[in-house]
């Protein structure tokens, strides 16, 4: 029962430099998203993929890159990480789509820029 | 800019009580209605309402949608350690572009 699965757990990047974080689901959904969760801000949708080989800007897309690879796989690319993206990542994925069906969340990645 | 507002921000109890978790929203055009469950890491789904529904219930926790006063509410009852976590709401909404708007989440914290 691995469901959304995302690494890495944490991850400390200095201002500039670049990282992907990777997401993977096993339940056959369509739709995938980030969200990053910041205090006193609840979930803001970064990118979403509503299916293979599509990609939107959610919320907050500036400073981020996505890559839907296949139907499992959605990952989220800093290209010159900033102090401004110290959050915590999540990856979610929905069978119908987010308002049809309900969203499973992965584990979340904790990332600090210094 | 839609606008999901979640209240109060921070609820403490004790075991055994019932508590009220309110989620508001400014826009009326929604298709559904989410409420979540973080503990320590992903957030969990609870309970999903539509637009036509009114109420949900799950053991000693249920959802109501009153689309009068533009609100939902989640109580539970005779609450336990357990249940201490954030709860968020998020509103589905259909005006412009389709998209799922989270509340900032109330942290609830039962004492024993």
Same mark, same amino acid.
């Given at each position: 029962?691995?469901?959304v699965?995302?690494?890495p757990?944490?991850?400390? *990047?200095?201002t500039?430099?670049? =990282?992907?974080?990777?997401? %993977?689901q096993? =339940?056959n959904?369509n &739709?995938?998203?980030?969200?990053?969760?910041?205090?006193? =801000?609840?979930?803001? *949708?970064?990118?979403? &993929?509503?299916?293979?080989?599509t990609?939107?800007k959610?919320?907050?897309?500036?400073?981020?890159n996505?890559s839907?690879?296949?139907?499992?796989?959605?990952?989220?690319? *800093?290209?010159?990480a %900033?102090?401004?993206?110290t959050?915590?990542?999540?990856?979610?994925? &929905?069978?119908?789509? %987010?308002g049809r069906?309900?969203?499973?969340?992965?584990?979340?990645?904790?990332l600090?820029?210094? | 800019e839609?606008k999901?507002?979640?209240?109060?921000?921070?609820?403490?109890?004790?075991?055994?009580?019932?508590?009220?978790?309110?989620?508001?929203?400014?826009?009326?055009?929604?298709?559904s209605l989410?409420?979540?469950? /973080?503990?320590k890491?992903?957030?969990?789904?609870l309970f999903m309402?539509?637009?036509?529904?009114?109420e949900?219930?799950?053991?000693?926790?249920?959802?109501?949608?009153d689309k009068?006063e533009?609100?939902?509410? $989640?109580?539970?009852?005779a609450t /336990?350690t357990?249940?201490?976590?954030?709860? $968020?709401?998020?509103?589905?909404?259909? /005006?412009?572009?389709?998209?799922?708007?989270?509340?900032?989440?109330?942290?609830?914290?039962?004492?024993?």
């Open positions: 029962n691995a469901g699965t995302q690494t757990k944490f991850q400390v *990047l200095k500039g430099q670049s =990282m992907t974080l990777q997401c %993977a096993d =339940m959904h &739709s995938m998203y980030w969200y990053r969760q910041d205090p006193g =801000m609840g979930l803001r *949708l970064i990118y979403y &993929s509503a299916s293979e080989g990609t939107d959610g919320e907050v897309p500036n400073g981020y996505v839907r690879l296949n139907k499992r796989e959605f990952s989220l690319r *800093l290209e010159s %900033a102090p401004s993206q959050s915590v990542y999540f990856c979610a994925s &929905s069978e119908l789509g %987010a069906s309900p969203l499973h969340f992965g584990n979340g990645t904790r600090t820029v210094t | 839609d999901v507002v979640q209240s109060p921000l921070s609820l403490v109890v004790h075991e055994g009580d019932t508590v009220t978790l309110n989620c508001s929203y400014e826009v009326t055009n929604f298709r989410l409420w979540y469950k /973080q503990e890491k992903a957030p969990t789904f309402l539509t637009s036509s529904g009114i949900k219930k799950s053991g000693r926790l249920s959802s109501i949608l009068k533009l609100s939902s509410i $989640l109580n539970i009852t /336990q357990g249940d201490s976590a954030i709860y $968020l709401c998020a509103f589905y909404f259909i /005006q412009g572009a389709q998209k799922l708007v989270f509340g900032q989440g109330t942290r609830l914290t039962i004492n024993p």
